[in-house]
């Protein structure tokens, strides 16, 4: 009874919060010159231009740079200072390695295939966490919006994700389709591989439109490998986005922000806590299973 | 009451009529989506919640399995969202 009424109080000051929010600050009327989708926009920074072939730098690179760094430096840094008696980094990145080689990679391939292909896998799942990862991290990025700092015109702070940019998982994606075709084909040859695709006990003129759904398959598997990662990632931000602040500036209503921003909060720690790891081993996992299937002997 | 009144002011405000109808399509239509993955996450958790009770020496294999299933299915949610936001900016 105690904490039911200590529950019901809890919610009686935020509602009240919401209503004195409402009756103090009222309708500041639309906003119409906040455009909150120009978090996504790309501002180029540095114009390159080839031809009609458009290489500026901007935010993406930026971001892309910033994941390809940190992979690269933190676990060849890790591996480097490795000790017999491991501190908790250590602990956590060998507990990655693990998960990386025993359960995405040789869970899903054959034992030659997986050494093989393990580094390539292993990259993939942690380029894609790093990426994930720095995205959650305020960057001073927003170049429409600036503010003073001492003096210095600093752009507004913003979060973005290189993956929650259609390019690069499609790029990722791409990399991975390419690759896995072309090992089944050099380790079944080119007519068996395709036979492989349409499931024992198929015969006759029944393996025609069997066929064909698979070769349909194969190309949704482009579409739907890189469209879910970059829509978990583009979601998520359009989340956090909106709730954290972007329907109160765009409706003007300060009293919105009262119940909206606990669930910026609990979407945030979800989304840092679950999806981003969950994404990176998703793709990674896919990949791994993609190979498998392309190079297992016959099912 | 007052906020009610000020949000529908707010929303009816929109520039266009055509707009007002495409931002409902949008809602409804990323709403449906999530009726179809919403049932299949809880019925991935269930199962698993289910298996795990009858046999809790497979529990590290299920888990794993389980967040496999999970974001298979939870990612549908987001295909008829993006699929909703390309109708919605790039749609006549």
Sequence with gaps: MRTRTKLLLALATWIALGILFGAIFGNAGRNNAFQPQNEFKLDPWVKIKLGSLDLSLNKAVLYIVLAATATSWTMVWISRRMQARPNRVQTAVEAAYILMRDNITFGNMDRRMATKWFPFIGTLFLFI??????????????????????????????????????????????????????????????????????????????????????????????????????????????????????????????????????????????????????????????????????????? | MAVMDTILAAASSSSSPNKAIKSIALGVGAGLGTIGPGIGVGYIFGKVIESVTRQPEMRDEITSIQWLGFALTEAIVFYAFIFGLIAFFLGG
Excluded: C
Aim: hydrophobic content about 60%; glycine content about 8%; charged content about 5%.
């Design chain 1, 129 to 299: 966490w790093f990426s994930n990862i720095i995205g959650y991290f305020p960057l001073p990025v927003n170049t429409q919006e600036k503010f003073d700092l001492f003096g210095v015109h600093v752009p507004a702070f913003a979060i973005y994700a290189a993956t929650a940019n259609l390019s690069i998982p499609l790029v990722l994606t791409l990399m991975v389709w390419f690759s896995y075709h072309i090992e089944g084909i050099r380790t079944q040859g080119f007519v068996p591989y395709l036979r492989s695709w349409i499931p024992a006990g198929v015969q006759g003129f029944a393996a025609v439109p069997i066929f064909v759904i698979e070769v349909i398959s194969h190309f949704v598997r482009i579409i739907s490998l890189s469209v879910r990662l970059f829509a978990n990632l583009l979601a998520g931000h359009l989340l956090i986005l909106f709730m954290a602040g972007g329907l109160v500036v765009l409706l003007g209503l300060a009293a919105i922000g009262v119940f909206t921003l606990p669930v910026a909060v609990a979407f945030y720690a979800f989304e840092v806590v679950l999806i981003a790891t969950l994404q990176a081993f998703i793709f990674a996992t896919l990949a791994a299973i993609y190979f498998g299937g392309a190079t297992a002997a016959h099912h």
